[in-house]
């Protein structure tokens, strides 16, 4: 089977680094590949009462409604991550510069936005780790690991790096 387009969920944790560097292998491998390297920033819910709120916001040094504020905040947020992706591609592509790969940051649920990008993008092979920097937070909510959420999910091929 040929992997054209790979996903790999990335959060910065060991097992999502590892599972960078196999995707990159598989990709070296394909000959052909693409990767795209996908963060997710996890939406935080605002109840409806908090709506009118102020917050300061520290750029512009004004009082803005909570929407406004988490707006600017996720965008900076989004806006660090993709310099930071961008510096991890780089140095990935210092040792092999025929691997096609682009970052992707997004805001919200990390399994909706997961599974969407793999729809939408025509994903082969998604390589994910299987517990991320949030995964301790399953032990405690009793909730199951993105990876195996995303694994039943969606249609293309998951390899779970552990």
């Given at each position: 089977?040929?992997?054209?387009?790979?996903?790999?969920?990335y959060?910065g944790?060991?097992?999502?680094?590892?599972?960078?560097?196999?995707?990159?292998?598989?990709?070296?491998?394909?000959?052909?590949?693409?990767?795209?390297?996908?963060?997710?920033?996890?939406?935080?819910?605002l109840?409806?009462s908090?709506?009118?709120?102020?917050?300061?916001?520290?750029?512009?040094?004004?009082d803005?409604?909570?929407?406004?504020?988490?707006?600017?905040?996720?965008?900076?947020?989004?806006?660090?991550?993709?310099?930071?992706?961008?510096?991890?591609?780089?140095?990935?592509?210092?040792k092999?510069?025929?691997?096609?790969i682009?970052?992707?940051?997004?805001?919200?649920?990390?399994?909706?936005?997961?599974?969407?990008?793999t729809?939408?993008?025509?994903v082969?092979?998604?390589?994910?780790?299987?517990?991320?920097?949030?995964?301790?937070?399953?032990?405690?909510?009793?909730?199951?690991?993105?990876?195996?959420?995303?694994?039943?999910?969606?249609?293309?091929?998951?390899?779970?790096?552990?």
């Open positions: 089977m040929l992997f054209k387009n790979i996903l790999v969920p959060d944790s060991q097992l999502s680094e590892e599972a960078l560097k196999l995707a990159l292998e598989i990709a070296k491998m394909t000959g052909n590949s693409k990767v795209s390297l996908l963060n997710v920033i996890k939406e935080i819910p109840p409806p908090r709506f009118n709120m102020k917050f300061h916001s520290t750029k512009t040094g004004e803005l409604p909570a929407t406004a504020y988490f707006k600017e905040l996720y965008r900076d947020m989004q806006s660090d991550m993709m310099k930071k992706l961008e510096r991890k591609i780089a140095q990935y592509h210092e092999e510069p025929a691997i096609s682009k970052a992707h940051v997004l805001i919200g649920s990390p399994l909706e936005k997961i599974i969407d990008f729809n939408h993008h025509k082969d092979l998604i390589v994910i780790g299987s517990v991320g920097l949030r995964g301790i937070s399953r032990i405690f909510k009793g909730l199951g690991s993105i990876s195996r959420n995303v694994s039943e999910k969606v249609s293309c091929p998951i390899l779970i790096v552990r």
